[in-house]
């Protein structure tokens, strides 16, 4: 997953959903939230018709279980409001449809009334088909992140309950075998396992910037062997999960020292974050620093110069781009019992959600999301919210 940079100024203030749309909840609470300005425009973004029609999706009987039966005393309608797309390409293959099938339970799952989603690169990457060999198959309606309220819950689900408020990433495996119904809908389904309750003083929005991102940069301090006292460098630290893994390491880890790098203009955002030592590395060149580090987490792309910043015996943590060694590539498994655990700290504020500026999108922006997301400019996540 790459480090979505752009040149922003730090504001801080609290979150306003749009008066467009209405959601299940309100979504907004009284905290705040790092919302973050930007000073460049996203250029290009793709102006659609209005939406087209195509066939609902349909699950097979292979890749769904029978419905399991339970008792709801919320009115469930058989089919939804949902993102799709039926081949492989660029943002031009979305469509929003009007009549998906709204997906049955299995005994370990719930039933989301889906509140907001964020997006992350791996989006897009899984709608270009870099991964299309263990892609669930097509069509699919895109999407991880999820914040929202449990409606339904299968027959073996035992720690959460109907109105429960809930957020998580809802595939497993990132890569292998994502489910054929992501989270751009206004239902999806995921297993109880994969997901916990909402931090009582973050929105919906602010929750659903969090889960892939929030677990990517605390697995990869986990397999690095970060501890306290340690030090370490962040490359891309204004991005989606750098932005994360300086608060996590911090706050969490209890990092002895933590350096990041950005571009100039997000040298103050670094600082508001956590950040001991911040790098312009339009200036700098941070393998060159006579200060190495325990550990390196690159989330940009830059692991031969990485592997020249930590210090002899440490480890180096690569998202993109090509490895070496002592650098190691992992791909996040979704795990709520690792958002239960960084609950805390995000309810006593010691670390935050980074939304960018441009969003929260409205549902119907979604195309336009995935154009600004892919321009590389967005700083902290992309958000869709609300979701109707």
Request: glycine letters at 8%; proline letters at 6%.
């Amino acid at each position: 997953m790459e480090a979505l940079l752009s040149s922003t100024t730090l504001q801080l203030k609290p979150l306003h959903p749009p008066s467009s749309f209405s959601s299940l909840h309100s979504p907004f609470s009284s905290c705040s939230v790092l919302r973050l300005k930007g000073s460049r425009k996203a250029e290009n973004y793709i102006q659609r018709s209005q939406f087209s029609t195509v066939l609902p999706l349909r699950v097979s009987a292979s890749s769904q279980a029978a419905p399991v039966e339970t008792s709801t005393s919320t009115s469930i309608p058989s089919e939804m409001k949902a993102w799709t797309y039926t081949e492989y390409g660029s943002a031009d293959v979305l469509k929003f449809e009007s009549n998906v099938s709204v997906p049955e339970i299995k005994e370990d799952q719930v039933l989301i009334k889906v509140v907001a989603a964020a997006l992350n690169p791996v989006d897009f990457k899984r709608r270009l088909g870099k991964f299309k060999a263990t892609d669930s198959p097509l069509p699919t309606v895109p999407g991880y992140d999820v914040a929202g309220v449990v409606v339904k819950v299968g027959s073996e689900v035992k720690g959460l309950k109907e109105g429960d408020e809930v957020y998580g990433d809802i595939h497993e495996k990132a890569l292998d075998g994502p489910k054929q119904f992501g989270s751009l809908a206004e239902y999806t389904a995921v297993e109880e396992k994969l997901v916990a309750l909402k931090p009582k003083n973050l929105s919906f929005a602010e929750a659903a910037s969090l889960p892939l991102a929030i677990e990517t940069a605390y697995e990869g301090l986990e397999k690095a062997g970060f501890s306290a006292g340690k030090s370490i460098l962040v490359l891309g630290g204004a991005g989606g999960v750098g932005s994360l893994v300086i608060q996590v390491a911090k706050h969490v880890f209890g990092a002895s020292k933590v350096a990041a790098t950005s571009s100039t203009g997000k040298l103050e955002l670094l600082k508001s974050l956590g950040v001991d030592l911040a790098i312009d590395y339009t200036k700098e060149n941070f393998e060159h620093l006579p200060e190495k580090f325990d550990v390196v987490y690159d989330t940009v792309g830059q692991g031969e110069k990485a592997v020249k910043a930590v210090k002899e015996g440490g480890s180096v943590v690569v998202l993109t781009g090509a490895v070496t060694a002592p650098g190691f590539r992992f791909v996040v498994t979704s795990n709520g019992e690792m958002l239960k655990k960084l609950n805390p700290y995000l309810e006593n504020g010691k670390v935050k959600p980074v939304i960018d500026s441009k969003g929260p999108f409205p549902f119907d922006k979604v195309v336009e999301a995935f154009s600004y997301l892919e321009t590389g400019r967005a700083t902290g996540k992309v958000v869709i919210h609300p979701i109707p």
